[in-house]
């Protein structure tokens, strides 16, 4: 339909022209050549207009995707860089408390390294029934400072010392043990007064004494003329007997072990 209209156009122009122009108008199958080409020119041109001005559409969508990006990005960049500036700061502030906590922590150390040095010198003060009660602490403190150890269960230890410790000096403690006595292996009760005075006696009444603590252990002297009032004492302890004041007497320990 396009070449029959440009055919016709052509005609017309020629015979338009014929009054100007001497020269023969070209046979027809030339004419119709020229003209197919013209329209395969046209035809080329405008898909290529058509291809370019999709071109440009698909590359200014792309430069608003890319600008989209871009501002994503650009505000990606500013809140990662306000991050890292929060996150610095954190580490100075981090920087500076972990600087307060070791300082804390050597003072910590260098008061349960006191406090460790002052109740070594004391446990063998404790005797066998104060011991058993705390006996992986003590069998601690008295194997020395360990660098090891966490400053919490060395504190633990010592708050588990001192708390039996205390415990024990408030309180009377029956105890039985076996003890060789005249060559003989015998079953004995001791009656302790915290760590200030011991009885013992054996289950016949015969043997009897009292003791007290040294800072090289407990020193254990017989007196046999206190069993019966040792006794006494014991059921009285025990609610055998109803309560009374006891007979015993204190004995002071000798000037050189106080």
């Not at 020629?14 to 020119?41: D, F, N």
């Not at 046209?42 to 990006?69: A, H, K, P, T």
């Not at 996150?87 to 460790?116: N, Y």
């Not at 003791?211 to 009032?229: I, M, R």
């Amino acid at each position: 339909m396009i070449l029959r209209l440009c055919l016709l156009l052509v005609a017309l122009l020629w015979c338009a022209s014929l009054g100007y122009s001497q020269e023969p108008p070209p046979p027809p199958e030339e004419l119709q050549k020229k003209i197919a080409e013209w329209v395969r020119t046209q035809q080329i041109y405008s898909e290529e207009e058509s291809e370019w001005s999709e071109q440009q559409r698909r590359l200014s969508d792309l430069n608003e995707l890319r600008q989209v990006e871009i501002d994503r990005l650009s505000e990606a960049i500013t809140k990662a860089q306000g991050r890292v500036d929060e996150i610095m700061e954190k580490q100075d502030e981090f920087a500076e408390e972990r600087s307060e906590l070791r300082a804390w922590r050597r003072d910590a150390s260098r008061i349960v390294e006191g406090l460790e040095k002052k109740l070594r010198p004391l446990t063998p003060l404790m005797p066998v029934v104060l011991r058993e009660r705390a006996e992986e602490s003590i069998l601690r403190l008295e194997a020395g400072p360990d660098a090891n150890a966490a400053l919490q269960n060395r504190v633990r230890d010592i708050l588990l010392v001192l708390r039996e410790f205390s415990d024990f000096q408030r309180t009377l403690t029956v105890d039985r043990e076996r003890r060789e006595i005249d060559g003989e292996e015998r079953e004995i009760e001791l009656l302790y007064f915290g760590l200030d005075q011991a009885y013992y006696v054996d289950p016949s009444n015969s043997y009897a004494g009292h003791g007290y603590p040294t800072l090289e252990g407990w020193v254990w002297v017989e007196d046999n003329s206190l069993a019966n009032d040792i006794r006494e004492t014991l059921q009285i302890q025990g609610k055998q007997l109803s309560p009374a004041f006891s007979s015993l007497p204190f004995t002071p320990r000798p000037a050189t072990d106080k």
